[in-house]
């Protein structure tokens, strides 16, 4: 396919269990971002990657949650020990590149649909 | 504390007639603003960006409108049809971090026919 896709799309776990959510980005983007939205809400950034590097993690809420991208390609989201506040969709997104580009221009994020986490 | 905000949560257009989706933002320092169309069960989608340093830009129905002294923003469709009817995000960034955007609430536009 030619989108951003993320697996599963939904997931229920009880609170104490660890869940991974995964994202199979653009092929050839360079850049992967990881967003929580929660209901009601706009997307909050999590952690950005360029290539294998975790750039940014800034956003990751607590030490729980932990992100990887190994080969540069597919990552995931791994959440331990789930809480009820961990409730959100998870979106991922891809670009090219990050922010601005060569020309200036922006650097399109294209989103996948989102993992939606339900923790009981 | 909310950087970008979209107070209406939602709006009502009647089909053929002009849409305008408001944002405000506090961050005097956000030099890029980005509109993203978002339908249910799917990811947003881009759909018009400006610059900080620009006050209006404009593709086929869709024109952004830049008011930096007010830190203000707009999205005009015109004219609205039925399949623009979504929730619209705007996001902002700065140069500083220019990959992390940050997002308003959104607003639901529900376009009648």
């Known amino acids: 396919g030619a989108g951003v896709s993320q697996s599963p799309r939904y997931k229920v776990a009880k609170r104490g269990q660890d869940v991974a959510l995964r994202c199979d980005p653009i092929?050839?983007?360079?850049?992967l971002f990881w967003y929580q939205q929660a209901l009601g809400q706009g997307p909050e950034f999590l952690t950005y990657?360029?290539?294998?590097?975790?750039?940014?993690k800034s956003g990751l809420p607590s030490d729980r949650f932990f992100a990887e991208r190994p080969e540069g390609s597919v990552s995931t989201l791994k959440i331990q020990r789930t809480q009820q506040e961990d409730s959100a969709v998870y979106l991922c997104?891809?670009?090219?590149?990050?922010?601005?580009?060569?020309?200036?221009?922006?650097?399109?994020?294209?989103f996948g649909p989102g993992t939606r986490l339900t923790v009981l | 504390d909310q950087q970008v905000k979209q107070n209406s949560p939602s709006l009502s257009v009647q089909e053929g007639r002009i849409s305008i989706l408001n944002c405000d933002y506090t961050?005097?320092?956000?030099?890029?603003f980005l509109w993203y169309k978002k339908y249910p069960a799917e990811g947003p989608t881009f759909l018009i960006s400006?610059?900080?340093i620009k006050d209006k830009n404009e593709d086929g129905r869709f024109t952004v409108f830049l008011n930096k002294s007010a830190k203000h923003l707009s999205l005009h469709i015109v004219p609205s049809q039925p399949g623009d009817s979504a929730v619209y995000f705007c996001?902002?960034?700065?140069?500083?971090?220019?990959?992390?955007?940050?997002w308003g609430a959104g607003t639901k536009l529900i376009i009648k026919p």
């Open positions: 961050n005097s320092m956000f030099d890029y």
């Open positions: 990657f360029q290539n294998e590097a975790q750039l940014d």
């Open positions: 092929s050839g983007h360079v850049s």
């Open positions: 400006i610059s900080s």
């Open positions: 996001a902002a960034s700065y140069m500083d971090s220019n990959y992390q955007l940050i």
């Open positions: 997104a891809s670009s090219l590149g990050a922010g601005a580009g060569a020309l200036g221009d922006y650097n399109e994020q294209f």
